[in-house]
Each structure stands twice: as C-alpha cells, then as structure tokens.
C-alpha cells in the first residue's frame, strides 16, 4: 500500500478529497502568505526559517533565546519521527488518515 494513497486518495496525481487534502492547502496558504511577507520585505534568512514571530513567550535573555531555539529544534525533530511512525503504520496496515486500525 502507497503511503500517499492511503492518507490523500490520490486522483490522477492530484489530491482529491480526503481530509488530509484541506489540512494540506490550509497549511500551504499559511506558509506562502507568511513567506511571501518576508520575501517582499527581506527578510528571509538561513537562521529566520520558519520563523513566524509569534514571540508571546519569548525570552529577553540571548541565553535563554537560543535555548528556547535547541528546544524548537529538538521538538520539530519528535514530531518528524513521530509523522514517520504514523507513515509506516498506514504502509503495514493498509489503513489510512486517522490512523486507526481497522479489522
């Protein structure tokens, strides 16, 4: 079982339906208008990547800012390993979005 047909109901190559397909366009819309932003004005950088500025419980301490950054980092990483465990459960199982197995 193909991954992507398992989580998109692939259509001819094209995302159809399926209720992976509106958290895909929903999350492309937010990440090309807040790129976009950052593109006209400069600002995009390397170490700004992903940067969305939400910066409500930022520290004022450059020590603790880059902390704050290695936990970002850390977390972004479990969620990529924990996507992939979710991947491979669809492959074995032949069960798609939302992951359940089903008998």
């Known amino acids: 079982v193909d ?3 398992a989580c998109f109901h692939w259509n001819g190559g094209l995302v159809s339906d ?3 397909a509106l958290i895909l366009g929903a999350c492309g819309v937010v990440d090309f208008l807040t790129t976009w932003q950052k593109y006209v004005q400069g600002r995009i950088t390397e170490e700004l990547a992903g940067d969305y ?8 301490d450059p020590e603790q800012q880059k902390k704050m ?3 970002e980092l850390k977390n972004g990483r479990l969620a990529m390993l924990a996507f992939g465990g979710a991947i491979t ?3 074995l199982t032949g069960n798609g979005f939302p992951w359940l197995y089903n008998n």
């Open 69 to 71: 950054r290695l936990k």
């Open 18 to 20: 399926g209720p992976s």
């Open 3 to 5: 991954a992507g047909m």
């Open 89 to 91: 459960q669809t492959v």
């Open 53 to 60: 500025e939400l910066k409500l419980f930022w520290p004022d």
